[in-house]
């Protein structure tokens, strides 16, 4: 199954719906609720992420019978170092993204924890893309 | 310990959720920062923040929290109140300070989870 999600950066009324579709989606495929929630939180962080940082973004997302595998991949300003962005507590993050409770630092590391693998690639000045896989029996 | 008991010690105010409140809870939480909240793996969890924005109530539902307190006077918008009814939530607003909730729910038995 494939789905695709188009994300605004700075529209923060709107993140967060790609990742309540996903959830909607993987109830009725009768996902282990934890599995799910281990999904939906990794996806969250990240579509935030495009929102707080980028102009816009895509998410592609494909499942089969053992993995859910998600693309995001946005335009924006791309990641310097990230080495140093997936340290806990590092953040650029605006007093506006700090407003809606997000730009700690705990972003990337939380999307890490929450996945089975999970690799960041960014082209600075021009986009960022985060690739997660989650197993269904792990 | 229920929901309609919380509301009593509180002495706070439903807006979303009334037809839940003998709904069990056992474990509580209070932050304003919502990657705090996305780190949380228990279950059945009281959201106590000061934290009042359609984002609160996003966080809660990726994290399987239905019941969260507003706290420090911060008001529900409408939106807010949809999105939280379209996941079954209950949400409560209350006047006192963070401080203050989380001590008379930790008094009243309510648990932390760490």
Known sequence: MHFEFHVEGGNFSKAGSASSQLKKILKQLNVDPKVIKKVVVALYEAEVNIVAHAYQGDIFIDIDTEKIEIKLIDEGPGIENIELAMQQGYSTASSKVREMGFGAGMGLPNIKNNCDKMTISSEVGKSTTVEMITFFNN | ?114
């Open chain 2, 1 to 114: 310990m229920k929901i309609r008991e919380v509301v009593e010690l509180l002495n706070a105010r439903v807006v979303s959720g009334h037809e839940r409140l003998d709904n069990e809870v056992e474990y509580g939480f209070s932050s304003d920062l919502m990657s705090d909240v996305l780190t949380v793996e228990t279950d059945n969890l009281l959201l106590l923040t000061g934290l009042a924005n359609v984002q609160t109530i996003r966080t809660a539902e990726m994290s399987d929290i239905n019941k969260i307190i507003f706290v420090r006077r911060k008001k529900a918008t409408e939106e807010m109140i949809s999105l939280a009814a379209e996941n079954d939530m209950i949400l409560i607003e209350c006047d006192y300070s963070m401080f203050k909730t989380s001590g008379i729910l930790f008094k009243s038995g309510i648990k932390p989870i760490y």
